[in-house]
């Protein structure tokens, strides 16, 4: 199976994993162009674009460790940064309960995780909000959340993290229609 996310282009971008990529001869060419549409884009000064495009960079650097994964970024955040989602699809195996596509049980949990049934281009899934301490961050609260779809013998994850609990709070309902996005490609 292969996802189609039906993204707000304006907002939204496909970290590539290798270049070249869609007219994008190198990871530079890629991080420039996005850094400066963006910047048009959200009215980001020389510094603030400065910073998107190195943010940019890193995300191309950070390795994915297993087949499936796919990177988006989004843009225009209120802090003028970006913000990583992972969208993860593979075969459905019968020894991993769907409970575990929302990261749980959480054993570090600091409050009972927050599940919500959802419903998108996949039909009707779950999402689970976890909150947990984060010891290695200097005991910062983190927001985890999954969005998670078991469909055609397929799991779809869709993964989200952050320490700003206030930003998600903002981005919620953008981070929900871009789960919602997701449906199965043409073939």
Excluded: C
Aim: no cysteine; charged share 25%.
């Amino acid at each position: 199976m292969t996802v189609k996310v039906d993204i707000d282009t304006d907002r939204w971008v496909y970290v590539p994993e290798a270049f070249p990529w869609n007219g994008y001869e190198s990871p530079e060419h890629w991080s420039r162009t996005v850094a400066r549409l963006a910047a048009e884009a959200f009215e980001y000064d020389a510094e603030e674009r400065g910073v998107l495009e190195r943010y940019l960079m890193q995300l191309l650097a950070y390795p994915r460790l297993t087949e499936g994964v796919h990177r988006f970024a989004l843009l225009g955040t209120p802090d003028k940064t970006l913000e990583l989602v992972q969208v993860v699809e593979a075969p459905t195996r019968d020894d991993v309960p769907a409970d575990s596509l929302l990261g749980l049980p959480e054993p570090d949990a600091t409050r009972e995780p927050e599940i919500t049934e959802i419903s998108g281009g996949l039909g009707a899934g779950r999402r689970a909000i976890r909150h947990t301490r984060a010891e290695g961050l200097g005991g910062d609260i983190v927001a985890s959340v999954n969005w998670a779809w078991r469909t055609d013998g397929s799991d779809v994850v869709v993964m989200y993290g952050t320490q700003n609990l206030v930003q998600l709070d903002r981005l919620l309902p953008v981070l929900d229609a871009f789960a919602a996005s997701i449906s199965l490609a043409e073939h």
